[in-house]
């Protein structure tokens, strides 16, 4: 699968950045962003992930799991393949980001 241009999250690591809240880690808002419209693979989310070392992007996604936002499904297989998606409680905060950004965008000037 070839990551576009259009699948980076670098626009939303901006608005992360001048969120302001913080959901999870650094890195758990872009993660909930890149697995919005489904599951995704841990190379396709490093890949989207620009900036991210996969040490810390194991971390983020065990952290993550550990608080029921995202569940990873082992489907096994020679290389293994392993798929990461959100939860309820994951997709729920898809909302929070939203009114964060839309917060941000807003009052960018000030």
Not at 26 to 31: D, H, I, N, R, T
Not at 44 to 60: D, H, Q, S
């Amino acid at each position: 699968m070839t990551i576009s241009e259009e699948a980076s999250v670098f626009d939303l690591r901006k608005c992360a950045h001048r969120s302001p809240i913080q959901v999870g880690d650094k890195w758990s808002g872009a993660v909930l962003r890149c697995l919005q419209d489904g599951p995704h693979r841990f190379t396709e989310l490093k890949a989207r992930l620009r900036g991210v070392n996969p040490k810390v992007l194991t971390e983020t996604l065990r952290a993550m799991e550990r608080d029921h936002w995202l569940t990873r499904t082992d489907h096994g297989g020679n290389p293994p393949h392993v798929e990461y998606a959100l939860t309820e409680v994951g997709g729920s905060l898809i909302g929070v980001l939203d009114t964060a950004c839309t917060w941000a965008r807003e009052h960018q000037e000030d």
